[in-house]
């Protein structure tokens, strides 16, 4: 059959032009064999109207039929037959001519084609409705094709529930619903509305599209350190590994983008309750879910010390201020030992001793509650002011100052020969500083040697002269010098 509008040919069964998509309004022909049982059916009935008996009620036997009886039912019973012959004949038609879901697919895409795209989306919906459920591929291809249609179309909001129906794996499979998910958060981009996006993401259980996507899904941050009951000052930090940043409340409210801005830990320093609860917020504006962790702060002791000279290498005289909280007192110790109530109670600055030195401090209340206990380690050595001679020289000046010595040679009244200081090393005093020491020679004229036992330390910084011994730990100890 050809167009009636552009003369192109129209294959068999079209309703619609191809090439120019004019409608084509035909009665389509009965199928010979149909039409040879409905001409059988007229021409049995044509026959029974001619036998009038069939119109003819019978009597009992010696009774005769009376035709005039019967006439006003021959017209009525004539036009009954043929109703029914027509209705047997629509029906036949009917079946025969149905369309079958392939054929409107096919009938959609012509419409498409043509431009007529409402059309297409009205004819592809008739064959979705005449899909089976099971044909999962058949509904996929249909639901493809009628999301390009509506595109197509302008109605991008019907489209995009068209390919939502995609979008379940359980019934679809994960390669198509995360096409239809890549679709759906296109759109959703392209209008800016990451909480939809959001929404998706979290409803999915297709794992891939959450990688895909986990810039919309920011993940939320982590309280350190665990909450609690604590009997000690606490810092809280609030750390995070999604782009975005953290607000928080300590009241217990639900954080969001007008609550604090955390930038640097927390500081939990007075007995109490405090309830932190946490958000990220990324750049689309999508919140995490919010964390909390609640701690209590009780039975705390008194704030620990402040020492105002930090533990370090010092050159020069120092004083060692503390201080702490009024109506406290700090105690301390140098010898390593934790301080306590019964140590060395600090009443004014401490004169760093020379050397190394060890020092605990801790803050007492009026309840003789005790805070953490500070410690400071220093070192203090002089600069070097004495070489080894002038150390030398000065033990002989000394020593001839008080007439142990007759002369700088170290001569000895009554003894032959005379005496040498020799230099032993240096050394480090606990409190008191670096030392030369010296041992003093007995030199006969001979030229024989022998120790008189006698050791002298001389201090580097100021020279000043001690003999050197031991206390009963066998540490080394100066001793001033006296006649002997």
């Known amino acids: 059959m050809k167009c009636p509008n552009c003369g192109e040919e129209i294959p068999e069964g079209h309703l619609y032009c191809e090439a120019c998509g004019k409608e084509i309004n035909f009665v389509p022909e009965f199928d010979p064999e149909i039409e040879n049982r409905i001409n059988e059916s007229l021409s049995g009935v044509a026959d029974d109207l001619k036998d009038d008996s069939i119109f003819y009620t019978k009597r009992l036997p010696g009774n005769k039929a009376n035709k005039s009886e019967l006439k006003p039912f021959v017209i009525p019973a004539i036009t ?31 419409l498409y084609v043509a431009g007529k795209l409402d059309d297409a989306i ?14 999962i591929n058949e509904q996929t291809e249909l639901l493809l094709k009628k999301y390009e249609y ?19 794996p359980s019934v679809y499979g994960e390669d198509t619903a995360l096409t239809a998910l890549d679709q759906m958060i296109a759109y959703y981009e392209s209008i800016s509305d990451y909480d939809t996006i959001h929404e998706l993401l979290l409803n ?75 958000v990220l917020i990324n750049k689309y504006g999508l919140k995490s879910d919010v964390v909390s962790a609640d701690y209590v ?37 140098t010898d390593g030992s934790d301080p306590t109530i019964k140590s060395t109670e600090y009443l004014s600055p401490i004169s760093m001793p020379v050397g190394n030195s060890t020092f605990k401090f ?21 600069t070097t002011m004495v070489s080894v001679d002038q150390a030398r020289e000065s033990i002989i000046k000394i020593l001839l100052k ?25 050394i480090e005093i606990a409190g008191s500083g670096d030392y030369y020491m010296f041992t003093e020679t007995h030199v006969f004229n001979d030229g024989h040697t022998a120790d008189t036992g006698l050791l002298y330390a001389v201090n580097k910084h100021d020279g000043k002269v001690n003999r050197l011994g031991y206390d009963s730990s066998g540490n080394y100890t100066l001793i001033t010098i006296s006649n002997r």
């Open 362 to 382: 801790v803050t007492v209340d009026d309840e003789e509650n005790y805070s953490d206990i500070v410690e400071k380690n220093y070192h203090l050595a002089y």
């Open 297 to 333: 702060l009780q039975n705390f002791g008194p704030a620990e010390p402040v020492i105002m000279e930090d533990s370090g290498e010092y050159s020069s005289a120092t004083m060692i201020v503390a201080v702490c909280d009024p109506g406290c007192r700090i105690f301390y110790t």
């Open 122 to 135: 009205e004819t592809i919906d008739k064959a979705i409705e005449g899909t089976s459920e099971d044909d």
């Open 80 to 110: 009954a037959v043929g109703l029914i012959i027509a209705f047997v004949v629509v029906l036949m038609f009917m079946f025969d001519g149905q369309k079958s879901p392939e054929s409107y697919e096919e009938q959609a895409e012509n």
């Open 402 to 426: 008080l007439d142990i010595l007759l002369d700088m040679n170290g001569s000895v009244r009554g003894e032959e020969g005379h005496y040498d200081y020799v230099y032993s090393g240096d």
């Open 204 to 278: 999915t259980s297709l794992n891939s599209a959450k990688e895909k996507y986990g810039k919309y899904l920011p993940e939320a941050p982590r309280i350190y350190p665990a909450e609690g009951i604590y009997e000690e000052p606490v810092n809280v930090q609030i750390t995070h590994s999604s782009d975005g940043d953290i607000y928080y409340t300590i009241n217990g409210a639900i954080p969001d983008d007008t609550g604090i801005l955390y930038k640097d830990e927390l500081v939990f320093e007075e007995e109490g309750s405090y309830s932190v609860k946490a």
């Open 150 to 168: 509506q595109m197509e179309a302008g109605k991008t909001e019907e489209a995009v529930a068209t390919i939502s129906v995609l979008s379940d």
